[in-house]
């Protein structure tokens, strides 16, 4: 069933990439949704791709996930511009235990003339 996912991801990609930036902006990306449903011979089927998924934190499951598919978009997207800091080990307690930790609870993007703006909504954990 992954395999069927991902080449049904796959598919969608090639057949929106020429509108999914038309101003071929650099340093964008976007995060979509895909819906999917496997029936009883284990048959996956697109059932939508949302443009604005909810990234609401509403399941034990979802409280696991989001948060990983952020961090991980994130470290495709952004840490190759702005690579983190390669703390060794032996480093790692100079680092402020005091920090805030979040949560993700929304990604809401809205369009402002040409330019599309995306805010990240943290919460207090």
């Not at 995060?31 to 990234?55: R, S």
Request: glycine share 2%; with cysteine.
């Amino acid at each position: 069933a992954y395999q069927q996912m991902k080449n049904l991801a796959t598919d969608v990609v090639k057949a929106a990439y020429g509108k999914i930036d038309p101003y071929k902006r650099i340093h964008t990306f976007e995060v979509f949704g895909l819906d999917f449903m496997i029936d009883e011979n284990f048959k996956v089927w697109l059932i939508e791709v949302n443009t604005n998924p909810c990234l609401e934190l509403s399941s034990p499951l979802l409280a696991r996930i989001i948060p990983s598919m952020i961090e991980n978009a994130l470290r495709i997207t952004i840490d190759p511009l702005f690579p983190p800091p390669n703390w060794p080990n032996s480093k790692r307690h100079l680092v402020p235990s005091n920090t805030l930790a979040v949560s993700y609870t929304h990604l809401r993007a809205h369009e402002t003339g040409r330019n599309l703006v995306c805010r990240l909504l943290l919460e207090k954990k």
